[in-house]
């Protein structure tokens, strides 16, 4: 058995509950979830925090948290989701191997992702935007590439789904 | 500031909304939504990266110096809305900020997290991804507590989000789960190491 769990379901070696799985890419129940319905995704490729996954990969896990994030909503009645990633030790991770949750959410679950705020100086935010900035132009590289292909510019899947019980149509209602 | 309603005003005004279709509500909502302005540099905003698609920016209120708000340039309110294509992006730059701040911080980890309905904690009314730099024992606290549920209606569960792809996923005989939730509790942190990564990144400048 590999010495990673998360590994372990990839080979079918642990064993999971799966929602989705492709080539690169994997989405399974968390049988320990706050909530049923809590899932993984994750690529099948070992990597350890999200700065390794590729581009492509990092995408693709996104494309199918949000898929079942919507599945949720339209099946389970959640009243919210969350997508969540404890990128690092310091940020909670637990697990060697990086994984997206989607997080289904209800009124008082007793789940906590809120952070109290903190107030920093004028001066300080402008040294952190800085410090960012520079970074940011070592980092981000496709950018000359340019625009990558917004096809489905409306995406109003709202107007198709109309209806008053739709949750898309609620959200958007939500705060007039 | 707005103008105070009076209660006439506010009953006329919902009803109107009431009776919008979701385009209009949504060009509505454009126009009362902080984060389209920012958008459109009608309100200022520390603006760490911009690109054709997204935005991001330094969160005023931030759970931790270099909080950065990713978000498309459209007006979305809840992620399920936003077309594949641009979450394939968001998810891209998402990961290149998070490198940013690792090194620009000195930061030990990241949170990444979109917030989809007030239920979830979202406070914006523009879909936003969040990135937030973590130090160890710092005053960020998220806590997701475990139950356990029954095989049947994991079984259940599993169907119906399976379905949303199409394909029922494989039935697998799973007699003992909580063995193996045992055995990812046993993966100790400590396995993380980033020094390790750290020392990845800086031989990756591109």
């Known amino acids: 058995m590999s010495e990673c769990v998360l590994c372990g379901i990839v080979e079918s070696t642990v064993p999971s509950k799966k929602i989705y799985e492709d080539d690169s890419i994997i989405a399974v129940l968390d049988f320990m979830g706050a909530l049923p319905g809590h899932c993984f995704v994750f690529p099948k490729r070992h990597y350890t925090i999200m700065e390794q996954v590729s581009d492509e990969e990092i995408g693709k896990v996104f494309e199918v948290a949000n898929k079942i994030s919507s599945a949720l909503f339209e099946t389970m009645e959640v009243q919210g989701t969350n997508i969540f990633i404890a990128n690092g030790v310091a940020a909670g991770q637990q697990a060697p191997h990086f994984i997206c949750n989607v997080i289904p959410r209800l009124e008082a679950d007793g789940i906590n992702l809120q952070w109290n705020t903190k107030q920093l100086s004028e001066e300080e935010m402008s040294t952190v935007e800085l410090k960012i900035k520079e970074q940011i132009r070592d980092v981000v590289s496709f950018r000359a590439k340019g625009k990558p292909e917004v096809a489905e510019k409306k995406a109003v899947r709202i107007s198709e789904e109309a209806g008053e019980e739709n949750y898309l149509i609620r959200q958007t209602r939500r705060r007039p | ?206």
Do not use: W
Request: charged fraction near 30%; glycine fraction near 4%.
């Open chain 2, 1 to 206: 500031m707005e103008k105070k309603l009076t209660p006439e005003q506010i009953a006329e005004l919902k009803e109107k909304i009431k009776n919008m279709s979701p385009e209009e509500l949504k060009e509505f909502q454009k126009k009362q939504c902080i984060f389209c302005q920012i958008v459109e540099g009608r309100v200022s905003a520390k603006k760490v990266y911009e690109d054709e698609v997204s935005i991001a920016i330094l969160d005023i209120n931030p759970a931790n110096p270099g909080h950065i708000l990713l978000m498309p340039r459209e007006h979305y309110t809840i992620l399920p809305q936003v077309p594949e294509s641009e979450i394939n992006h968001l998810a891209a730059v998402a990961k290149k900020l998070s490198n940013a701040v690792l090194r620009a911080l000195d930061a030990k980890g990241t949170n990444i997290i979109v917030a989809n309905g007030v239920a979830a904690g979202q406070k914006a009314q523009h879909m936003m991804i969040h990135i937030i730099p973590r130090k160890e024992k710092d005053s960020v606290a998220f806590s997701i507590p475990q139950k356990e549920h029954s095989m049947e209606e994991l079984d259940s569960v599993q169907k119906r989000l399976a379905q949303k792809f199409g394909t029922v996923a494989e039935e697998r005989q799973v007699p003992k789960p909580k063995e193996v939730e045992a055995e990812i509790k046993e993966e100790k942190p400590g396995k993380v190491d980033l020094d390790e990564i750290s020392s990845l990144f800086s031989g990756r400048k591109k």
